[in-house]
């Protein structure tokens, strides 16, 4: 039985066809508006409650709720109905509250730098299950507002599209969050990010580059093979011409790799052109990756070379790498748990 959040406003209306509309819409507010359970709207009669509920269940089944950063970072596993386990992140800052959703169970896109990556693909998540991450966020983050959402977690959000768009949509339409708070991520799947382009949605898109030359850029991310980098700056080009939203460029520092006085420069060619803002990531630790991030001093000394470029450039503030929950170590404490990683290294 698929939960709520699979049904658009018209579907739902459709299936309480026999309910007066108000009642209809009661409900609706109360999922979407005031995030509360269908047996908590206690303003609808006890029975239509009780159908509801029994209709339409939880997608999501909390396996794991780990807490860090004095509380301000949390991270769930949710495993799903056929066993599937994904991973959701909720991260507090002083003026947003954002949440890190999962687009697919595992990832077939074996970037060696990421736990998800190397645990492997394993379905599409549909819409209703992308929301239900957004909605039981929003829920924790209670009294304060989820504000941002972020396409960041497990998976290659662009590899299941019509999912991810209809998702977005879904967000601004229902849950009222402003566009420019929903950041798509990608690793270049360079025709979906020119349909993207097209969709009119002023939503963020943020391309995780980590390398600006082919050779390493290979290593890193196996579909620069198929989308190399000249391909990528043309997609990144009609992101520009057809679009509102600056490009983001994400860059996890790696100690040796791509954190040299040459990837500087390659990467100030690339971002600079495109009027594109960089973040800098200092790479988190992955279990069978045998680099590490780059020194604190290190990511310094790369900021301040891309600034004297006049690249656009900041410093993400890394959350949640005590309980796994940073970038690309989702599905550390899951899948990979139950497999043996292969040991790659660049
Ligand atoms: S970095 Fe993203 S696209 Fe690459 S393997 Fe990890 S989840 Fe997939």
């Given at each position: 039985m698929p939960s709520l959040f699979e049904l658009t406003k018209e579907q739902f209306v459709e299936h309480l066809v026999d309910e007066p509309r108000f009642r209809v819409d009661q409900i609706w507010h109360g999922v979407?508006?005031?995030?509360?359970d269908v047996q908590s709207i206690?303003?609808?009669?006890k029975i239509l409650r009780a159908r509801l509920s029994e209709q339409f269940p939880s997608s999501l089944r909390v396996v794991e709720d780990v807490q860090s950063d004095h509380g301000t970072t949390r991270k769930w596993v949710f495993a799903l109905h056929d066993g599937s386990t994904i991973e959701t992140v909720l991260m507090g800052y002083r003026d947003r509250v954002t949440v890190c959703v999962s687009?697919?169970?595992?990832?077939?896109?074996?970037?060696?730098?990421?736990a998800t990556g190397q645990a492997g693909f394993t379905r599409q998540l549909s819409v209703g299950e992308i929301l239900e991450q957004v909605i039981f966020a929003a829920r924790a983050a209670r009294p304060r507002r989820l504000t941002n959402v972020v396409f960041?977690?497990?998976?290659?959000p662009l590899a299941n599209y019509p999912v991810t768009v209809g998702a977005v949509r879904r967000l601004h339409e229902?849950?009222?969050?402003?566009?420019?708070?929903l950041t798509v991520s990608t690793v270049g799947v360079a025709p979906a990010i020119e349909r993207l382009a097209r969709e009119g949605l002023a939503i963020t898109l943020a391309l995780?580059?980590?390398?600006?030359?082919d050779e390493t850029r290979n290593e890193l991310i196996p579909l620069n093979r198929r989308y190399p980098l000249s391909r990528l700056r043309e997609a990144c080009e009609v992101w520009n011409s057809t679009t509102s939203r600056r490009l983001s460029l994400e860059w996890a520092l790696i100690d040796g790799v791509n954190d040299t006085d040459k990837a500087v420069e390659e990467l100030a060619d690339f971002a600079y052109p495109l009027h594109a803002h960089v973040n800098l990531i200092p790479l988190n630790p992955t279990p069978g990756f045998l680099v590490r991030g780059s020194s604190s001093h290190r990511v310094n000394e790369f900021r301040d070379a891309l600034v004297r470029a006049g690249v656009n450039v900041t410093v993400r503030n890394t959350r949640g790498r005590s309980i796994d929950a940073?970038?690309?170590?989702?599905?550390?404490?899951t899948n990979a748990k139950r497999r043996s990683l292969p040991v790659r290294s660049i």
């Open positions: 979407w508006g005031e995030l509360d206690t303003t609808i009669p687009s697919q169970a595992g990832c077939a896109m074996g970037c060696t730098f990421c960041m977690g497990m998976g290659e229902y849950l009222g969050l402003s566009a420019r708070h995780s580059l980590h390398a600006a030359n940073a970038c690309g170590q989702l599905a550390n404490v």
